[in-house]
């Protein structure tokens, strides 16, 4: 499955790539609502995360235009304003789903697992074709209830077959849904990765042919008897030792992306010093019995935005907040009395301190397995 993610705050970008990445989809970013709007008009996505304020063309905007030239594609609104309007201008414009940063990654992907079910309303939320049975909630398959262990473009052909079972995808067709444009392979990389997965199938007891080749044409399932898709799964007794190793499972897979937010965190922290470092130009200005200049208070106001909405995806809840009631504050008063100067003062001291602390998502490579903390937000 692919998923367009149109942020302008990269820091934010990334780390949604990451967590989606690791939950096999297919991701592609753009950074402004033109470049998401040229992407949507060359490919084909199954899902949409558009941030509503985006240089260029906005996100309301985007999705007006999207919805006005009767594309059907799943569209998840983002915002950092908690704002009831803005809700409905959004949903009203045409957007399926709406979050506020910062928001939990598993709420995050359950809720895009909800958008994609809904684009295929007759779909079940476990696929399923034979005695084939891919669950999309844990990324787990089995054949006749042997586990298969998949690669992530093993795991994303099968459930794109599985998603569209009658349905005949060429390599041109498979490279487009599983790849983003700027990393496509060659055709033999389609070719490879379905003998993978066939012997993978075979290894469990599949047919050879379960994943059929159309000569000519292209790849598909093989065709089943109605009587073959209603045999009754038998229903798994789940003992004590199954449901640890399921613990387990699940266990890794957080930390795998804690890990991969940690990365992403580690490289765009001196982007985040930055902003916190306009913030206390504003403060020290302020302090200093200066009004602030326009330049410097909108800029301002937009890195206390950008703050609170990112710092909540690295586990700074609290740094979060600080940049909320900085930009409330801002927004509030372009001169600050007494009071107000020193409770911004305060919050910009706070959040210096705050952004300092060590990410609590950080992992070390020895314990990585073995602790991870609450997952972040985003």
């Not at 569209?75 to 506020?100: F, P, R």
């Not at 044409?217 to 093989?222: A, E, P, T, V, W």
């Not at 890195?303 to 710092?311: D, K, R």
């Not at 300092?356 to 070390?364: G, H, K, Q």
């Amino acid at each position: 499955m692919k998923i367009l993610i149109v942020e302008d705050d990269q820091l934010v970008a990334e780390a949604l790539s990451a967590v989606l990445t690791n939950k096999n989809y297919a991701v592609e970013v753009a950074a402004d609502g033109e470049a998401g709007w040229d992407l949507v008009e060359a490919f084909d996505y199954d899902l949409i995360i558009l941030d509503i304020t985006l240089p260029k063309l906005d996100g309301i905007s985007l999705c007006r235009r999207i919805r006005s030239h009767n594309l059907l594609i799943p569209i998840m609104l983002v915002t950092g304003c908690n704002s009831s309007h803005e809700k409905a201008v959004g949903l009203d414009a045409g957007a399926d789903d709406y979050l506020v940063k910062p928001f939990d990654e598993e709420e995050l992907v359950a809720r895009i697992r909800a958008l994609l079910r809904r684009g295929n309303v007759n779909l079940p939320t476990v696929l399923e074709w034979g005695n084939l049975r891919l669950d999309p909630t844990s990324c787990e398959v089995d054949y006749n209830t042997k586990n298969l262990c998949l690669t992530p473009k093993e795991y994303s052909l099968l459930e794109l077959f599985l998603r569209n079972s009658r349905r005949v995808f060429s390599c041109g067709m498979i490279l487009e849904h599983l790849w983003s444009y700027e990393d496509i392979p060659s055709e033999e990389a389609v070719r490879t990765h379905i003998k993978g997965l066939r012997m993978k199938l075979k290894a469990a007891g599949a047919p050879n042919n379960l994943i059929e080749t159309v000569y000519g044409i292209g790849y598909r399932l093989k065709p089943i008897d109605e009587e073959r898709k209603t045999i009754e799964q038998e229903d798994k007794q789940k003992n004590g030792q199954e449901n640890e190793e399921e613990a387990s499972s699940s266990q890794v897979s957080k930390a795998q992306t804690l890990a991969a937010i940690a990365g992403v965190w580690e490289k765009y922290k001196g982007r985040v010093s930055e902003q916190v470092n306009v913030l206390l130009r504003a403060a020290q200005a302020l302090e200093n019995n200066q009004c602030l200049t326009q330049e410097l208070h909108s800029q301002a106001v937009a890195e206390a935005h950008t703050l609170a909405g990112s710092l909540g995806t690295f586990g700074f809840a609290k740094g979060s907040k600080l940049a909320r009631q900085i930009e409330l504050l801002l927004k509030a008063n372009q001169v600050f009395n007494q009071t107000e100067i020193r409770q911004f003062n305060d919050w910009v001291n706070a959040l210096i301190i705050e952004i300092n602390l060590p990410s609590p998502i950080s992992i070390t490579s020895e314990n990585k397995h073995q602790h991870v903390s609450e997952y972040p937000y985003f």
